[in-house]
């Protein structure tokens, strides 16, 4: 395991995070979510090093500040949490994405696997959805987020967006925000006003019917979609909600669907069991 460093074009240097070698002939990029990295979620630590025990690369793949870490106190619990990706910026996903996958490209890797997590999904989502470039050979979609969903059930997200824009307007949109975005995430008002505005990533319109499907139906190769059995932001329909994501591509029938029993939107306590998912969708379709 080590840190790669990644330039994009604004000239911006992401860290990542990379398994394996550059020897190996398939590497598989995964983008993480909003507050996640390799430090805080299981599933990213265990998929890497199984995929590289198994002689395939890993990236994982993290935008702005997504690689640090930042302490915070959550008055909720009473306790002191550390989480990273407090401050991002949705404008430019693409850029981020589209970083990755050339620096892959640029190492020589003959088999290039684009796979997200979360919002990380949406990211590839909008990514594949919108690049002319052919580098990406198969797509890795994992419990995908209907936003506009999302933010109707996550709670206080009116008060966090009522807090963020009196931030912005007294020039201090760099700040952390009192409560935690949707209950769950420090975010500085900046962030939190992009998040809740980035309509480019809202192409996963299933429940709401607010956004888009045509980045889905842009896509041009085919791939899996996971998602646990559990997970909450489906309106209780984890395996339904994935079918209908997948009716938006061009071939649906050529695509999978994989529901990981007992896992939630996180894989809490299922790591495992998502890397060996991931592991047996690589070996299936990469060589």
């Known amino acids: 395991m080590e840190i790669i460093r990644v330039n994009t074009k604004r000239g911006l240097e992401l860290k990542g995070i990379m ?50 870490c ?3 106190s959550d008055l909720s619990v009473g306790k002191q949490k550390i989480t990273g990706v407090f401050n991002d ?22 088999n290039i696997i684009l796979a997200g997590h979360s919002l990380g999904s949406n990211k590839i989502i909008h990514y ?48 952390i925000l009192p409560y ?3 209950g769950f995430s420090p975010m500085t008002a900046k962030t939190a006003l992009e998040f809740y505005n980035a309509r480019n990533l809202m192409n996963c319109p299933i429940i709401s019917k607010e956004g888009e499907g045509d980045s889905l139906n842009n896509i041009k190769i085919n791939g899996s979609f996971v998602i646990g059995e559990k997970d909450s932001l489906t309106e209780d329909d ?44 690589v070996k299936e379709n990469a060589f």
């Not at 910026?89 to 003959?110: I, L, P, Q, R, T």
Request: proline share 3%.
């Open 19 to 68: 398994f394996g070698n550059y020897s190996m002939d398939t590497l598989i990029i995964i983008m993480s979510g909003i507050c996640s990295n390799i430090f805080q979620n299981d599933l990213l630590l265990t998929t890497g090093q199984l995929l590289n025990e198994n002689n395939i690369a890993c990236i994982i793949g993290h935008s702005m500040d997504a690689f640090s």
């Open 180 to 182: 935690l975005f949707g």
């Open 238 to 281: 984890p395996k339904g909600f994935l079918e209908k994501i997948n009716l938006y591509t061009k071939n649906p029938d050529k695509n999978e669907v994989i529901v990981v029993p007992g896992a939630s939107h996180i894989f809490y306590g299922k790591d495992k069991e998502y890397a060996q998912t991931i592991l047996k969708i």
């Open 128 to 175: 594949l959805g919108s690049t002319e470039d052919d580098f990406v050979d198969y797509f890795i979609v994992s419990s995908p987020v209907d936003l506009a969903y999302w933010f109707k059930v996550m709670p206080n997200i009116s008060d966090c967006i009522k807090k963020a824009k009196e931030f912005v307007n007294e020039n201090r949109g760099d700040e």
């Open 89 to 110: 910026d949705f404008n430019v996903v693409y850029e981020d994405v589209e970083s990755y996958v050339k620096y892959a490209k640029c190492s020589g890797f003959k």
């Open 70 to 72: 930042f302490a915070y």
